[in-house]
């Protein structure tokens, strides 16, 4: 290591300044720097709270001029050996960004874009106010974004470098910013002269400079290929493709192909594809150099010169640089052979300016298995799902969800059949626990793959003494009551039991087949009605009783054919009335009787025609025949007529048997006659009507 003697270094914190003795800096983009360095003080007692947690400032001078601030926080702090008059301390500074290592979460984060949940975390630091967002490009929202259990710094720098960015600090005498930006030409160039290249530097050189120059180039992944899912559109593969440019000296073919992709739409695919690529193509062209010119920065790039190959002289960005350097402190117990002067060194790791350079990705933690959760939704609402019957969940370890819709993002369900407008459908209430498992052990792609009770939500019947009952029981929505398909399997006692809170509704296609091995009993506390659409017939082993409260209404569209094997009854408590819209014929194989408590009417619009085998007899106290034009009695040997003629009397022979009266009286022609009807005797009775 060259000694220079117009180099020195400083240190000065919260408890006042420090002599340097030695110092090593690793710093890179994407990087908490590390400074550690060796001091030496007059005071042997220095308060730790003073230093610990406080700023820091290191700076490198050269002629008096300062040319490197390193600025920081300091993470650690040393007390060692104390000599004569000088005590040695070591401190360790890292940026406040490095705090994030110290801290971790479960958290979510809904519909914000990777910038702004970096900015949410880096609030939480309290670093917002020393931080920059240099972004080229807009970066879509993220639906759903879950911090699960890894460190606040890597939650952020993995979803950062997720999507292109990387990030560097700005030094001052003031602080430290922190930079991200998600292209390298935006962070810039460093400031003054070129970078000079002098492989032969002297004892005491005139001005730093690089003096070792190794360029290389290595065959590297060429092209990276990434899919992923989407349950809104199955049949589209979520393919991004991405393929390097610099791929001069190498074969194209080197294809490095990812699954899952981690990402969500065309455009974060491409952008997810780019930034995979570029990180494993960090050091596919880079150049390892060594020298003492501490101005270099990293993410700043600078112009070299002095190069013997031409190609060489331009611009150059470090991505990494390990500074490490040495000054001599005057002490009274130091030996005289002590080195004197002071000491410094730098390598670095540098890429072409324009190069597209990021840090390789990060992995994503993954899920070690199933998690519990309970089903959350707006207040005044029992079920809340979408039109995927999704739903919102609270998970125990989210601090900060209020147990409502805003508690997660929609969570898809697994249903136990799920076909294209047919399958199963039981959507999580709110307030039940389910399991909640990930795709891929994701945090941010959450299924619910099961359910399961717990003491506020308690199984629907007494356990263990209905263990073996298999129940399907839902709650009414909003209301008391539920429905209920259940089954007891205990021997002797096995049931189906079917249960409908209101409705219910059976719709058989085709044919319906019911086989009941013993009694049936069927209750309807209201109204039946049964529609069939064709013939219908009813099989009764032996007997059939139907009991009517009230009335009973046959319609008939045509024929009815009652056939009896037995007797037939018929009893009516009260009127019964009796309608034919055309003939009616009654056939009684033997007698015919008819019994009336009261009296008999009968009305006929046409003919009346009475036929008996043998005879006809009318028993009654009195009987009156009456006809409105004729009345005619008929008979082998002659005719009794009565009309408005009067009453004819056309016969063979007419036989009186008893004395004839003529009453005074009556209408008509007056009626003279004189006989004497022998008892016993067959005489010819003749009348002339004067």
Same mark, same amino acid.
């Given at each position: 290591?060259?000694?220079?003697?117009?180099?020195?270094?400083?240190?000065?914190?919260?408890?006042?300044?420090?002599?340097?003795?030695?110092?090593?800096?690793?710093?890179?983009?994407?990087?908490?720097?590390?400074?550690?360095?060796?001091?030496?003080?007059?005071?042997?007692?220095?308060?730790?709270?003073?230093?610990?947690?406080?700023?820091? /400032?290191?700076?490198?001078?050269?002629?008096?001029?300062?040319?490197?601030?390193?600025?920081?926080?300091?993470?650690?702090?040393?007390?060692?050996?104390?000599?004569?008059?000088?005590?040695?301390?070591?401190?360790?500074v890292e940026p406040r960004l490095a705090r994030l290592h110290l801290c971790a979460d479960w958290r979510i984060f809904q519909t914000l874009s990777v910038p702004d949940i970096a900015n949410v975390m880096l609030k939480k630091h309290a670093?917002?106010?020393?931080?920059?967002?240099?972004?080229?490009?807009?970066?879509?929202?993220?639906?759903?974004?879950?911090?699960?259990?890894?460190?606040? &710094?890597?939650?952020?720098?993995?979803?950062?470098?997720?999507?292109?960015?990387?990030?560097?600090?700005?030094?001052?005498?003031?602080?430290?910013?922190?930079?991200?930006?998600?292209?390298?030409?935006?962070?810039?160039?460093?400031?003054?002269?070129?970078?000079? &290249?002098?492989?032969?530097?002297?004892?005491?050189?005139?001005?730093?400079?690089?003096?070792?120059?190794?360029?290389?180039?290595?065959?590297?992944?060429?092209?990276?290929?990434?899919?992923?899912?989407?349950? +809104?559109?199955?049949? /589209?593969?979520?393919?991004?493709?991405?393929?390097?440019? $610099?791929?001069?000296?190498?074969? @194209?073919?080197?294809?490095?192909?990812?699954?899952?992709?981690? &990402?969500?739409?065309? !455009?974060?695919?491409?952008?997810?594809?780019?930034?995979?690529? /570029?990180?494993?193509?960090?050091?596919?062209?880079?150049?390892?150099?060594?020298?003492?010119?501490?101005?270099?920065?990293?993410?700043?790039?600078?112009?070299?010169?002095?190069?013997?190959?031409?190609?060489?002289?331009?611009?150059?960005?470090?991505?990494?640089?390990?500074?490490?350097?040495?000054?001599?402190?005057?002490?009274?117990?130091?030996?005289?052979?002590?080195?004197?002067?002071?000491?410094?060194?730098?390598?670095?790791?540098?890429?072409?300016?324009?190069?597209?350079?990021?840090?390789?990705?990060?992995?994503?933690?993954?899920? @070690?298995?199933?998690?519990?959760?309970?089903?959350?939704?707006?207040?005044?609402?029992?079920?809340?799902? $979408?039109?995927?019957?999704?739903?919102?969940?609270?998970?125990?370890?989210?601090?900060?969800?209020?147990?409502?819709?805003?508690?997660?993002?929609?969570?898809?369900?697994?249903?136990?059949?799920?076909?294209?407008?047919?399958?199963?459908?039981?959507?999580?209430?709110?307030?039940?626990? *389910?399991?909640?498992? &990930?795709?891929?052990?994701?945090?941010?792609?959450? *299924?619910?793959?099961?359910?399961?009770?717990?003491?506020?939500?308690?199984?629907?019947?007494?356990?263990?003494?209905? +263990?073996?009952?298999?129940?399907?029981?839902?709650?009414?929505? !909003?209301?008391?009551?539920?429905?209920?398909?259940?089954?007891?399997?205990?021997?002797?006692?096995?049931? *189906?039991?079917?249960?409908?809170?209101?409705?219910?509704?059976?719709?058989?296609?085709?044919?319906?087949?019911?086989?009941?091995?013993?009694?049936?009993?069927?209750?309807?506390?209201?109204?039946?009605?049964?529609?069939?659409?064709?013939?219908?017939?009813?099989?009764?082993?032996?007997?059939?009783?139907?009991?009517?409260?009230?009335?009973?209404?046959?319609?008939?569209?045509?024929?009815?054919?009652?056939?009896?094997?037995?007797?037939?009854?018929?009893?009516?408590?009260?009127?019964?009335?009796?309608?034919?819209?055309?003939?009616?014929? $009654?056939?009684?194989?033997? $007698?015919?009787?008819?019994?009336?408590?009261?009296?008999?009417?009968?009305?006929?619009?046409?003919?009346?025609?009475?036929?008996?085998?043998?005879?006809?007899?009318?028993?009654?106290?009195?009987?009156?025949?009456?006809?409105?034009?004729?009345?005619?009695?008929?008979?082998?040997?002659?005719?009794?007529?009565?009309?408005?003629?009067?009453?004819?009397?056309?016969?063979?022979?007419?036989?009186?048997?008893?004395?004839?009266?003529?009453?005074?009286?009556?209408?008509?022609?007056?009626? #003279?006659?004189? #006989?004497?009807? /022998?008892?016993?005797?067959?005489?010819?009775?003749?009348?002339?009507?004067?």
């Open positions: 290591m060259p000694v220079q003697s117009d180099l020195s270094f400083t240190f000065t914190a919260a408890a006042g300044e420090f002599e340097v003795i030695e110092f090593h800096l690793s710093e890179g983009l994407s990087e908490t720097f590390r400074l550690e360095v060796d001091l030496s003080s007059r005071d042997p007692s220095l308060e730790f709270g003073e230093i610990l947690d406080r700023p820091a /400032l290191f700076t490198i001078w050269q002629g008096g001029q300062p040319v490197r601030y390193v600025h920081g926080s300091v993470s650690g702090f040393q007390q060692g050996e104390t000599g004569f008059r000088h005590t040695r301390y070591r401190a360790v670093l917002t106010l020393d931080y920059e967002l240099r972004a080229a490009r807009a970066h879509t929202v993220r639906e759903y974004c879950v911090q699960a259990g890894d460190t606040d &710094y890597h939650f952020v720098e993995r979803i950062m470098r997720e999507e292109g960015f990387f990030y560097g600090f700005l030094h001052s005498e003031e602080g430290h910013r922190l930079i991200h930006c998600d292209y390298l030409w935006i962070f810039g160039k460093q400031p003054g002269e070129p970078v000079e &290249y002098n492989p032969k530097p002297g004892a005491d050189r005139p001005g730093p400079a690089l003096h070792r120059f190794t360029y290389s180039e290595n065959v590297r992944s060429a092209r990276q290929v990434q899919r992923d899912y989407s349950f +809104k559109n199955p049949k /589209l593969t979520e393919e991004s493709k991405y393929k390097a440019t $610099d791929l001069e000296h190498q074969a @194209d073919s080197y294809e490095r192909y990812d699954y899952p992709g981690r &990402y969500r739409g065309e !455009k974060n695919g491409e952008a997810f594809s780019r930034s995979r690529l /570029l990180g494993l193509r960090g050091d596919a062209c880079q150049v390892i150099a060594e020298g003492d010119d501490a101005r270099l920065v990293p993410g700043l790039f600078f112009d070299l010169v002095g190069h013997p190959r031409e190609d060489m002289n331009r611009g150059w960005r470090p991505v990494h640089l390990e500074h490490h350097g040495k000054q001599y402190v005057s002490q009274e117990e130091d030996s005289a052979e002590a080195d004197c002067g002071t000491h410094y060194n730098c390598l670095a790791t540098l890429v072409p300016h324009d190069a597209e350079w990021r840090p390789e990705p990060l992995p994503k933690p993954r899920i @070690d298995g199933p998690q519990m959760a309970t089903v959350v939704g707006p207040p005044g609402e029992e079920i809340y799902c $979408d039109e995927y019957g999704r739903v919102k969940v609270q998970f125990p370890w989210d601090r900060e969800g209020n147990e409502d819709e805003h508690s997660s993002c929609w969570v898809q369900v697994s249903q136990g059949i799920a076909g294209a407008l047919w399958g199963h459908m039981a959507i999580p209430r709110i307030g039940q626990g *389910v399991i909640v498992s &990930y795709g891929n052990a994701d945090a941010d792609q959450p *299924v619910i793959t099961g359910r399961c009770y717990t003491a506020l939500q308690r199984p629907p019947y007494e356990l263990p003494a209905n +263990k073996t009952r298999m129940v399907f029981k839902s709650q009414t929505h !909003k209301g008391n009551g539920f429905n209920e398909l259940s089954f007891e399997d205990e021997a002797g006692q096995e049931e *189906v039991f079917i249960r409908a809170q209101r409705n219910q509704r059976n719709e058989v296609r085709n044919d319906e087949t019911t086989h009941v091995g013993n009694d049936r009993s069927e209750q309807v506390d209201n109204d039946e009605r049964l529609t069939v659409g064709h013939d219908r017939k009813n099989t009764v082993g032996n007997d059939e009783q139907v009991l009517i409260g009230q009335n009973r209404r046959h319609e008939i569209g045509s024929d009815d054919d009652l056939i009896i094997g037995g007797n037939h009854s018929i009893t009516t408590a009260g009127d019964r009335t009796e309608e034919v819209g055309n003939d009616r014929h $009654d056939t009684t194989t033997a $007698d015919h009787h008819i019994e009336i408590g009261g009296h008999l009417r009968q009305q006929v619009q046409g003919d009346v025609m009475l036929q008996a085998g043998q005879r006809i007899v009318h028993r009654t106290r009195a009987h009156e025949i009456s006809a409105a034009d004729t009345l005619v009695l008929k008979g082998p040997g002659g005719t009794l007529r009565i009309d408005a003629a009067g009453i004819t009397l056309d016969g063979i022979a007419l036989t009186f048997k008893g004395p004839i009266n003529k009453p005074a009286g009556g209408s008509g022609n007056s009626l #003279s006659q004189t #006989s004497k009807v /022998l008892e016993g005797a067959h005489a010819l009775c003749e009348r002339k009507i004067k």
